[in-house]
């Protein structure tokens, strides 16, 4: 029903930055998201915006160096990546959800996801 769409992924040294950004095809969306996962790990939780733009969350590890921001169209999410570490190294998945924001640091809690975009950090 709601297809999304990563892109912005890519190469860059340790200390560079990327912008990622995720495109919605509809706009009946509360949370947005963004997970990430390495090879041979699990799918773990990036961040997450509330509708408005007005309540975000953070992984502890990337707070402050991370910003997750939604357009004012309400469909487009996009994660500013600064002072990139070699640990940052994954696939970055964009998220959805039309539900309430209970549990949105929870991989169960969206609905709808994107193919993945890689990321990888040189050290």
């Known amino acids: 029903?709601?297809?999304?769409?990563?892109?912005?992924?890519?190469?860059v040294q340790a200390g560079g930055s990327l912008r990622l950004s995720c495109a919605a095809s509809g706009r009946s969306i509360n949370f947005m998201g963004w997970f990430r996962q390495a090879p041979g790990e699990e799918r773990e939780f990036v961040a997450a915006i509330s509708r408005s733009g007005d309540n975000t969350y953070y992984r502890a590890s990337v707070k402050g160096r991370f910003t997750i921001i939604r357009?004012?169209?309400?469909?487009?999410?996009?994660?500013?990546?600064?002072?990139?570490?070699p640990e940052d190294t994954?696939?970055?998945?964009?998220?959805?959800?039309?539900?309430?924001?209970?549990?949105?640091r929870s991989p169960l809690y969206y609905d709808y996801w994107?193919?993945?975009t890689q990321v990888t950090v040189s050290s």
């Open 90 to 104: 994954a696939v970055y998945y964009c998220a959805a959800s039309p539900k309430l924001g209970v549990v949105v």
């Open 1 to 11: 029903q709601v297809q999304l769409v990563e892109s912005g992924g890519g190469l």
């Open 114 to 116: 994107g193919q993945g």
């Open 71 to 85: 357009d004012n169209a309400k469909n487009t999410v996009a994660l500013q990546m600064s002072s990139l570490k």
